[in-house]
């Protein structure tokens, strides 16, 4: 494995035991914020690098690059799984991974040195993503729009309007720019930082009325504070850009008041799937407005306890011959 010596870079070189840990760490952490990450993101990935740093460094015999090994990855994300969901594990495995392709981008390694590592493999139907019920969907938006001042409320039914109608991420709704809205068409310009392709998606009418009802609110506050220049679509009181969290917390307010449990933010992008293909809308269809990089995650949507796809499993045509052949059993059991 080819690598750099120069000062200030970590290498990773066989037969020698991993040296600069945290140099490498802080390398990949700003190579992420220069690729414009979410700064939540960043810290999540820092930590669990810094978390398992500490767990090489404290190995004894010291590790060399050929020791690492399926069996001591394994170990690691056993003792960060605990009592945790499948979900942790495989976000922890992602963020090693990634980590193992910045010294190949950098011309330091020919080749990932994490990148053999094994992890549990994920059975994309072993867990169908939770959504929010008719009934609750229905509870949040009526305490949505009892909110006070009418500020927070047309912010809040932006919010939840995005959400639900397009299954933005919250990340892409974070970094939504105020140029990513087209009004004459009714789009919205999401950037491609998670899947590397940008994507324009459509909106419904009750969408647009509920953004161009909180633009001229943004506008107002801007023109407030003297900001004007924000190229931000949704803002805090202070003019700033709202952050993955604050979004989190608006909806966060809005469901305790509704009375209804909440997880997440990520709640409404299965439910906003979901519901499309209840509806009628193709899984191709559906696929580019979530902007899913496989078909197959669009596939994990599919509700296999739906009740309309448990009325169409009914006119399968065994269920004609084997009524067929228990009315003939029938006769002949009579007969006898």
Known sequence: MLCDSSPGVVLFQEGKVIRRWDGLVESYVKECEVRGLAECTVYVRRRE???????LKHRRPRVNLEQLDSELIIKYLR???????????YGVESILRGMGEHPVSQGICTKNPLRWIKGPKMDSRSKIPRRIGKEDMKRLWEAAD???PDTLRTLTLCVLSILYGTGLRRGEL???????????NGILKVDGQKTGRERNTPV?????KCIEAYLPVR???LEALGTVNEKAFLIDRRGNRMSATAISKVVQVCSK??????VSLHQFRHSCVRDLLESGVKIPKAQKILGHAEIQTTMRYMDVTSGERTETIKKHPINDFL?????SSNDRRMAI
Do not use: H
């Not at 003792?79 to 594990?89: D, N, V």
């Open 49 to 55: 690098l810094d978390r398992f740093g500490a767990c």
């Open 79 to 89: 003792t960060r799984g605990t009592f945790r969901s499948k979900c942790l594990i």
């Open 146 to 148: 009892k909110k006070k």
């Open 174 to 184: 974070q970094r939504l720019d105020i140029t990513g809205w087209d009004r004459d």
């Open 204 to 208: 419904g009418p009750g969408v647009w």
């Open 219 to 221: 506008q107002n506050r």
């Open 257 to 262: 008041a509704a009375g209804i449990p909440f």
């Open 323 to 327: 009524n067929e052949t228990r009315a």
